[in-house]
């Protein structure tokens, strides 16, 4: 599976094979005999990264990177706070901390729950901190 994304990162680098043809170019792929058959039961490689990657190319790829870099860019200042709302920075960096690693062995951003569960505790926990820092 990581191959064949790689294949379609490397056939379409900029941009990838598009949002919602995962699935199309590991049937073209498997056409050509590029992999085995019965990776068409994947729908994606299990890896949220090559998976970016694949659709969405190196653009993709950088707006993964660049949600996670401003997750936590935006909790860290407040976790060196002493006014309570370091709690909810932690929370906040250890929710995209684990997203990341876990990243490496599933697609996350592709289950819906998970996706509003992670954009909930990032608005809600880097919200928190950063109307805090506000406060006289």
């Not at 994304?5 to 005999?33: N, W, Y």
């Not at 993709?60 to 870099?69: D, E, K, Q, T």
């Not at 995209?96 to 505790?121: E, K, P, T």
Request: charge should be positive; proline fraction near 4%; glycine fraction near 8%.
């Amino acid at each position: 599976m990581w191959e064949a994304a790689l294949q379609m990162f490397t056939s379409h680098p900029v941009v990838g094979v598009g949002t919602g043809d995962f699935v199309e170019a590991m049937k073209t792929l498997r056409r050509a005999r590029l992999i085995p058959k019965f990776l068409l039961g994947f729908n994606q490689p299990h890896n949220m990264y090559l998976f970016s990657m694949a659709t969405n190319g190196i653009v993709g790829l950088a707006s993964l990177l660049y949600v996670f870099y401003r997750s936590l860019r935006s909790a860290a200042p407040a976790l060196r706070s002493e006014n309570g709302v370091n709690v909810f920075a932690f929370l906040a960096m250890a929710a995209a901390v684990h997203f990341m690693v876990a990243g490496f062995m599933d697609s996350f951003f592709n289950i819906q729950i998970l996706r509003y569960s992670f954009a909930f505790i990032m608005g809600v926990c880097i919200r928190n901190p950063m109307s805090g820092a506000r406060r006289p």
